[in-house]
């Protein structure tokens, strides 16, 4: 009976979402046919186009709207088409306080309705109805509506399989997001890209999706939580509540690497949304020093690190303690770096003490090496007050040329060796172009704070993934250069480094009171036996995390007396795997990798070797240093050279790779 009802319902929804998509495919014809007709109309009258432009504009202007409807008609075409296979996954009924009948809501990926005025057969799931089916079990209900809170119960809620177009089964769930369907989605092969959740958003989860009263939200969650897949929703859904205020080229992820960058990119147009722009900080900091030399990235630094040959200051350059110092020398260098004179141009002149006031007083707030231009700007409008006319452009320019000449330095690579020399450090070498990694951010914050900054007013919302692999001196450029919204996510128990770090501690101090932290101690990604075994590598290996219950083979770990009989083992147990869609092989570093892969090509395993460079994660078997695979996961992880792992770091990279594996963790190591 059951079956029959909602049978009835979803060849009614299916019969919409195909009357839709033949509707929407006629829209898109017919306006590309309008497009191609205005384009050639275009190229056969543009010589005779009006002489001011107007034309020409009308043209721009049509053009433009045209295209960004077809753009938006296309993306209906294609949650059309999705629906035809998979229209919905869930449904609650609600008894509205005062009323005596439930109102069945049917949730998807999506809203459909078979008409303007008529009530939607499916609501998107970011809907403020759907709350109820993520927020609640059976009983008393609430969701915030546009109007306000809306209270009462609910009455049922049922989860769907559907699979092109056919309703596999259907389950009456008492408890919120039934386990079974959580499990089985647990329990699938991963591919090389992070997927949608949407039908097993957990409750924790749900509040981090739909969290709009917090300016910045920190979440901490262990490996495996969904923190990144918690974060990429958010963004769906705030696009979907905010859209003449936030669009996709709006959003920036700061990522670790671009392997992580293709990993996430297809997920938000799964979800219906364009994608987002995403990059790492050390690109953008390699771009904003480019002409000061060739900055290194955190990579090149871990590797020394691995080797036990990292500089000594690395860490602490990174901190408030080196920032200070350097705040202070900046402080000091306004009385070092500009000799004033008196300044005279055209009808204007300034003495001396008068620059001096402006320098030091006036425009005491504004970086160093913007100062004089500051000045020029006044000495401009003077002379054009006096004029009656505005400077040439050349002449304006000449101004401040002349202006700026009294700065005798300014070139922030000088003035930080400057500094380190002054400080009892060595100098950064002045033979090579290289900035070592240790100096990468005080170099960039020493620009920053002494010249003008870049603007970031395009970026409406950063989210920054794996937060805690950024020191509290990028948090502090962070800050200066973003004023939006932030979602920041990481783990402090995937720090790579010797310690964890946990910028919890610092991040309300930079960001202020707007901060606001939320944990998340559930994880999804590993089998129960996997996440326990992991937790040995930990720091503090009783740290919160729980997995959901799902149970796998134990982590192996194998022993044996020389390599080649290592290899031969891994090569074969790899290759007897083939079930596993995505496998891993993590070794220490990038040299090690090289070898693994080679290792293994030379006994008949084909595999992908993935470096800092690579931009693409494919399925199959990859070779990879540890630093690459955060983020990341896979079916089947096997770790050779257990014994190499020795060190603090070594054993926070143990513990990263242990949780990247889903169902299957194996470990090599040669006996001693
Ligand atoms: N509610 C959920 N329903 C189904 N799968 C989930 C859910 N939450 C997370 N997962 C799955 O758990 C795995 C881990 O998710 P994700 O990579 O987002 O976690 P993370 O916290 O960013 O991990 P890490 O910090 O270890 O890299 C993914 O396969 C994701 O699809």
Redesign the pocket.
Known sequence: MVDKIEEQYLEKVLEIATKNLEQIKEKIGANASDLSRMNNYFWENYTEFDEYGYEMYDHKQAMQVGESWQKEYLKDMQRYEKMQENPYFGRVDFCYEGEDEPESYYIGIGNLAGGRAVLPLVYDWRAPVSGLFYDFDKGPASFEAPMGTLTGEITRKRQYKIRDGRLQYVVESDIN?DDEI?QM??SEH?DAS??S?V????KE?NQIIRDKAHKILVVQ???????????LHRIAYLLYHNRDKLKAAQVLVLSPNSIFGDYISRILPELGEENICEMTLDDYAYRELQELGEAEDRYDELERALTGNAHPEAIYRQTKDFVAELDQFILELEWEVVDIRDFSYGKVSKSSDEISRLFYEQFADVPIFERMERIAELVIDEEETLRGRDLEEEDRLDVIAKMNAMYEISDPKALYNHFLRETGREELPEESRVIPYEDVYPLLYFKYMTQKMPKHDRVRHLVI??MQDYSYLQYRLLSLMFHCPMTI???RM?TMGEKQRDVLKFLPKIFGKQVHCVE?TK???STTEIMEYAKHFSENGTDAAESVERHGEMPQEQNFANRAAMWDAIAEQIQASGDLHTRAVICLNQEESAKAAEKLRARGVECTLLNKESMKFTPGISVLPFYLA????FDGVFIPDVQAYTTPLHHQAMYINA??A?HVLKLYQIAE
């Not at 955060?630 to 996961?633: I, S, T």
């Open positions: 997001i959580l989605a647990l991963t992070l997927k959740i039908t097993t958003i957990q989860q969650g262990c490996a495996g939580s969904g923190k990144t897949s918690v974060a993934d794996e996510l990481g783990d995937q998340m994880s999804y990604r955060k983020g990341l996961e949780t990247r889903l």
